[in-house]
């Protein structure tokens, strides 16, 4: 069993036991224990009550509710995994500092895409962003629906150079789904308006187009030698990568992206992750570069 756990975080909503049905799963297919955190949004200053009053404050109904979303969680866990060993932890300060802060050290962290109500919609809306660029490992952040099986994983390659942990990642769970892998690449020149569809007219698309294709065939022919028993595919795409990526989202069990430092630059609304997080059909992996 490996000794480094899966953390997931939930706050009670539909979409977060989604989050934490995953991470049931994923912590079986990797032999890992399954540790479930939630945090209560406090406002500076709210502090709770301190028992000589019979009303609860604001600061302790919030409480309440992480309370009753962790053994919320924990019994979903248990159904969807018998056997699986859980552990809840009760976090403090901010949700998605103290969230993002919790899968330090693990095997990975799973947040669902947004929240329940107005208010917790929010919180795990927000929490979902920031650890998907800040955290220090693979984080996972699952939308929609999650029982389709494909038997693919796939991956998107920018960059080979920083692809390594983000390709490392996909093969291995190709390999613990007994999946396929799917690389691509997309492209697009400056001049091309990203919306059209297909690559633009005359031979300089073709010389690129086929440039890039024999440079991802030859980084993958290093991961099929890692990874004889996976079978492998690659595509080479004209078109903005964050819409490419989400349309493989929906012919794959999960789809890889590496992402770099948070402090790159690299980050704003309008960013290859961004995109995939806001219009994926299926769980995302963002992997920081080694």
Do not use: C
Request: charged share 20%; net charge negative; glycine share 10%.
């Amino acid at each position: 069993m490996a000794t480094k756990p899966i953390v997931v975080g939930t706050d009670g909503s539909k979409e977060s036991l989604r989050a934490v049905e995953w991470a049931a799963r994923e912590a079986v297919l990797r032999g890992a224990p399954l540790r479930i955190v939630s945090a209560a949004e406090l406002l500076p200053r709210m502090i709770g009550s301190t028992g000589t009053s019979e009303y609860d404050t604001v600061a302790d109904l919030l409480r309440q509710d992480r309370d009753r979303a962790l053994a919320a969680a924990a019994e979903r866990a248990a159904e969807i995994s018998p056997g699986l060993l859980i552990d809840t932890d009760r976090l403090t300060g901010q949700p998605a500092l103290a969230v993002t802060e919790s899968g330090n050290g693990a095997l990975m962290l799973v947040v669902g895409s947004r929240g329940g109500g107005a208010f917790m919609a929010l919180v795990l809306g927000s929490v979902s962003r920031y650890a998907a660029i800040h955290a220090s490992g693979p984080v996972v952040v699952v939308r929609d629906e999650t029982t389709a099986t494909h038997k693919q994983v796939g991956v998107g390659v920018s960059d080979p150079e920083t692809s390594t942990a983000a390709l490392e990642f996909a093969f291995e769970e190709a390999t613990l789904r007994k999946a396929s892998v799917m690389a691509v690449h997309a492209w697009h020149t400056p001049q091309t308006d990203i919306s059209r569809a297909g690559p633009p007219p005359g031979p300089a698309a073709d010389v690129l187009e086929a440039a890039a294709a024999r440079q991802l065939e030859a980084l993958l022919n290093d991961w099929r030698e890692k990874y004889p028993d996976v079978q492998v595919s690659q595509d080479v795409v004209h078109g903005h990568p964050g819409r490419t990526l989400v349309g493989l989202s929906a012919r794959a069990d999960l789809v890889v992206i590496g992402r770099r430092s948070a402090h790159a630059g690299q980050h704003g609304p309008g960013t290859v992750t961004h995109a995939v997080l806001n219009h994926a059909h299926g769980p995302i992996v963002t992997v920081p570069s080694s």
